[in-house]
């Protein structure tokens, strides 16, 4: 597996038509003493109790003994005084589900005073200090420590990182409130563990790391391990936040984009009576200018009546920027017709150049009756907001004016795959992509949904995978988006059957059934997508022959005869490909199977389209009952080992659910 971290599942519904938000905790952390998830789904460790200590523990196994791996997690420590803060936190590789019996302070949450340093422990971890204890002889109260079964560091550095540019070292304060990175990489072959502190806004960590131990961990660890994190306080208090946390069983030095950080709230205070009279006062004195405010803005509003804003108190709370109605309507030239990309049910999106940066963007424009689909919404732009991935489109940003909300992308230059694929209508002239484009865009698309599926705390289904929803940018790279700039104005179809083929054909027949969108029921839209990529046609083309109207039973056909090849577009049927282009159709059509058990999942469709894993020899006769019995429902079950992916069982009962 690529990673193993899904808290709360998060499905996301095109957002363009309905705002509804599901936040069904089906964690897969263990929560422990203090550790809660904020508002924000952040973990916070310690909540504002004196001495107490925090944990969250992924329930799933870690498979680290005699292997590589990298962990990057960004977190903050917000101190209840600017200057202070006690202890600290750590990540630790753990045995168990949790650390039971564990002390607050000095302790850290991690161990308690009879079993620090025993080495039955089999606890690995990497603390965060924020407090000089003497007892285990910590350099300063700022520092990263690596621990092996006990609280006294075997290598430990202040808070800081190597410039990339001149090599100086630069100091960081683990209590600046401000999120950073810390990034583990292991190297089994090298038995070298490397330890990097960067600020969040670094999108690779910097070269040399802060901390290196040359030894092999593997004689510490047992075989199943579970990772997780543990903070606590003292007679000081702080606030221990995680935001994200990825892990690869790789050594490697990822990219990772946060794109714009989020500023966390501060310390929460507790004001005192004598707080309490300056308040009064402050207040009384506030209201009054607001008083006059409002009399001086009431003029204002007379005059700047079309770009008046409306800022209200949950706008403030939320995550990306928040841009002003004034530099949108600036950036889209007042929303000019000219500027128009396309429209449809959701509203329209905009053509625009952000003054300044010159960086152009796709500004969406829709409009809210209720305040509930607003609140959702909202919490929405919060969570899809932090999602950085090279192949995600960008939501920059949004801004609420009057009855409409906007919702700034990055402006992808190339459109939309679905004018890549149809030949038809008003595009003869698109030039035809490459088999090697395509199957790019293919492993983009993967990537992306991968990094929905399982690589981001939360799982998120995104409900409409469809050639409408990928978008390619100059570099033909490919960009899973959510709104469909297919709905351009120069693709010349009628957006009303376009939906109905469009999105009615992706929708997985236990969806249909049950109404629940899983991670599968994407699956098998990015199968019909892979397949659709492949042919270059539609999943129905009513000028088609009649057995090659429905791409899938045509596919099924040809693969019976033996000539799935055939299916592919021609001017990509070259001997050469040959190899790719069947695979890619087999892994269609299996992830496009009516059963949802029989599909794979993303990490194991990423192994399969990178040549890791193999498709099984016995793929067809899956598939072929399917063709012998009209495409029945059918209970399949399916071993999907990631390493042994030929074991292939499967029983068929025969539901008959009516079609
Ligand atoms: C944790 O995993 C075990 C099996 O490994 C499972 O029985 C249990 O329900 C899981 N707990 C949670 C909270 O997911
Ligand atoms: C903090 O966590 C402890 C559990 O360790 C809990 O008893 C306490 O009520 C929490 N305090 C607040 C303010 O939430
Ligand atoms: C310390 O931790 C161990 C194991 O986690 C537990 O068995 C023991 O009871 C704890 N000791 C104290 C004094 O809390
Ligand atoms: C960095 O931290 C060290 C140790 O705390 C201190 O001696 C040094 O002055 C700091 N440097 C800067 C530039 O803040």
Redesign the pocket.
Known sequence: MFSEVKILQIVLVQWLTLFSFTNNS???Y?LDGSAAFNENSYLVLTNTTKHSYGQAFD???FEMKDQSFSINFFFAIVPEHKQQGSHGMTFAFSPT?GLPGASSDQYLGLFNKTNNGKTSNHVIAIELDIHKDEEFEDIDDNHVGININGLRSVASASAGYYDDNDGSFKNLSLISGKLMRLSIVYSHPDTKLDVTLCPAEFLVPPRKPLLSLNRDLSQYVLKHMHIGFTASTGSIRALHYMVLVYTYPEAVYQPLEFGRVPTLPPYPKKPSDRLRTILTFCLTLALFAVFVASGIGFVFYLRHKKVKEVLEEWEIQCGPHRFSYKELFNATKGFKEKQLLGKGGFGQVYKGTLPGSHAEIAVKRTSHDSRQGMSEFLAEISTIGRLRHPNLVRLLGYCKHKENLYLVYDFMPNGSLDKYLNRSNTNENQERLTWEQRFKIIKDVASALLHLHQEWVQVIIHRDIKPANVLIDHDMNARLGDFGLAKLYDQGFDPQTSRVAGTFGYIAPEFLRTGRATTSTDVFAFGLVMLEVVCGRRLIERRAAENEEVLVDWILELWENENIFDAAEECIRQEQNRGEIELVLKLGVLCSHQSESIRPDMSVVMQILNGVVQLPENLFDVVRDEILKGRPETSMEILLDVNSFATLTFTNSFISHGR
Do not use: A, E, Q, S
Request: net charge positive; glycine share 12%; hydrophobic share 10%.
């Open positions: 089906h964690g897969t263990i329930n799933t196994t589900r």
